[in-house]
């Protein structure tokens, strides 16, 4: 088929990926000159496993341009933009809504394309995407049906090639059975599992043909944001129970495994921490309660996720305060930038609230990260912060250090001789991934979330 993605950012990019690799034909567009011009010369802007290597190799079958470049003999229009949030809390459709003005304005009568919202979007915004579009379409006098599907994401970053491969369920939103069609037929090699697997990327043993669940557009975008808030609260929950584990004298990570272990609970989602971050979770938890308060909706379990999230970061402050005693002309190195690892996204990151925060009271702050300092340098200057090349050079002259990002690298760092590089030996475990019983022979203070 042939298919237009509006959008190369992680997710845009991805699909495009992926829809090329099982066959079709892929032309990719975005507004940024920038990020347009580094696709069309094979460079990926973003760190993405297997992205830039299967791009690659289907360089024949995925084009990248602006706008001038959109073809009207497109099947399928899939809309991948950002929807950031608003500062009360409401997701920012404006990005949306200037491509279904240009679709608009640039669709001709014969053959409309399905138009596809891929991007996280409130409720109602199908109908909305097919009102803007039907709207200037008939300011240029063609008067036809527009069809708008609502067809979510729930890829992770880090993995996000994987999850659009070997995906739990893929959901379509439609009122139309024509636009279904078209789309099961655009997942066939997906749900069926028909595509010879990227040598980097096998299809897991275990692995059972995914879920094709069709819905009307309105459940489709509520499942979206259900599911990510469910996912958050999660998280939250088990950093609530974290808490109390530390006060009563539990370990956290004992306690999630005999929760977790409980098929109607799952051991995912349930590890103790500094908290969830990224692009996702925090805006679309947020946008979901804004939506419930447009009906006069309370959803007190939504607004815990996010309250028990923003303390979580706080803690870590608070163990650091507990061991350093005073934070002012202390220096605290940071172990990961990233919200998590396998990518370079800094979006609500952790490590940016911990790193401000240690700022204002006076710590000098160090980060390591192996691949999101660029990133970091690039969008937050206003961070008066070090960057070091490495583990050894973070660690020197530092009071503590603080594991925020679980890249596997972090997990076998020779702690024995980073301690001797420090001026005090204190290490808060963000991720609770480090080995406790090492890192105290070396004579480290160990501090774990919730242990
Ligand atoms: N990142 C994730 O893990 C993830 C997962 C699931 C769903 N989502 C949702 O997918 C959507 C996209 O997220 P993302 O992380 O890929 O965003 P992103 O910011 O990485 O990429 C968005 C891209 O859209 C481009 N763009 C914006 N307006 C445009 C326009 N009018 N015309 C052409 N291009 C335009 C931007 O230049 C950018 O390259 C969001 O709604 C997000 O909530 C994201």
């Known amino acids: 088929m042939q298919i237009t993605v509006i959008g190369c950012g992680y997710v845009g990019l991805t699909t495009s990926v992926a829809l090329a690799y099982i066959g079709h034909r892929v032309h990719c567009i975005d507004q940024n000159q920038e990020r347009v011009q580094a696709l069309q010369n094979g460079i990926v802007p973003m760190h993405e496993m297997g992205v830039a290597e299967l791009l690659g190799q289907l360089r024949d079958r995925i084009s990248f341009g602006r706008w001038d470049s959109f073809n009207l003999t497109t099947e399928v229009i899939i809309i991948a933009v950002g929807t950031p949030r608003k500062d009360n809390g409401e997701a920012d459709t404006s990005y949306v809504e200037a491509v279904a003005r240009e679709l608009g304005q ?139 584990a530390e006060r009563v004298g539990a370990d956290i990570l004992e306690v999630a495994r005999g929760i977790g272990l409980d098929k109607r609970i799952g051991v995912q989602y349930l590890n103790a921490g500094i908290g969830w971050g990224g692009s996702c979770f925090g805006k679309d938890v947020q946008a979901l309660i804004h939506t419930a308060g447009q009906y006069d909706y309370d959803m007190p379990l939504s607004s815990a996720t996010i309250q028990v999230n923003l303390r979580q970061r706080e803690e870590i402050i608070r163990k650091l305060q507990s061991a350093l005693k005073v934070l002012r002309g202390s220096t ?103 080995d406790r019983q090492l890192l105290t022979e070396a004579g480290f203070n160990y501090i774990g979330v919730g242990r």
């Open 106 to 244: 640039r669709l001709s009568g014969d053959g409309l394309p399905i138009i596809v919202n891929k991007s996280t979007v409130p409720i109602g915004s199908a109908r909305r995407v097919e009102s803007v579009v039907s709207y200037y379409l008939k300011s240029r006098g063609i008067n036809i049906p527009v069809t708008v599907a609502s067809n979510p994401e729930f890829l992770r970053e880090g993995v996000a090639l994987y999850d659009t491969f070997y995906p739990d369920r893929i959901v379509v939103g439609a009122n139309q059975g024509e636009a279904i069609n078209i789309l099961r037929e655009m997942y066939a090699p997906i749900l069926e599992q028909t595509f010879i697997p990227p040598e980097f990327l096998p299809r897991p043993d275990s692995y059972n043909l995914p879920a094709f669940i069709t819905t009307t557009p309105t459940s489709a975008e509520l499942i979206k944001y259900a599911a990510n808030t469910f996912l958050a609260m999660k998280i939250s929950y088990i950093n609530e129970i974290a808490g109390l």
């Open 332 to 434: 605290v190195g940071l172990l990961g930038l990233s919200f998590k690892p396998g990518t370079d996204d800094l979006r609500d990151a952790p490590s940016i609230t911990v790193a401000k925060r240690l700022i204002e009271m006076g710590a000098h702050v160090k980060a390591y990260d192996p691949v999101a300092m660029e990133n970091c340098r690039k969008s937050h200057p206003e961070l008066d912060m070090l960057y070091a090349n490495s583990a050894e050079e973070l660690a020197h002259g530092s009071d503590a250090l603080v594991l925020v990002t679980e890249w596997k690298e972090f997990l076998s760092l020779p702690y024995n001789q980073l301690g001797k590089l420090m001026r005090q030996k204190v290490i808060v475990d963000g991720r609770n991934v480090l």
